[in-house]
């Protein structure tokens, strides 16, 4: 994932590159996707605004295990 105009300058004044632009998460639902064996989970900040991800089997399987292990996980060839 590569990061936002806004994180890139966080980043580079505070010279931490863990620090990044986030957002509270006020509620969320996980749906199974209609027409693939994905699922769709959609995030609810306390504004109001919302977004939603198509995610692969796959990769909820992967973030749940994350997860359950409280572990953060980054794809160091994306960074």
Known sequence: MRPSPHDTVVRSISGRPE?????????????RAMD????VISIIAPGGESQSFLVAQADAHDIGEVLRR??????????
């Open 70 to 79: 409280k572990a953060v996980w980054v794809d160091r060839q994306e960074q």
């Open 36 to 39: 693939s064996d994905g699922f």
């Open 19 to 31: 620090l990044r632009h986030v957002t509270q998460v006020q509620e969320w639902r996980i749906e």
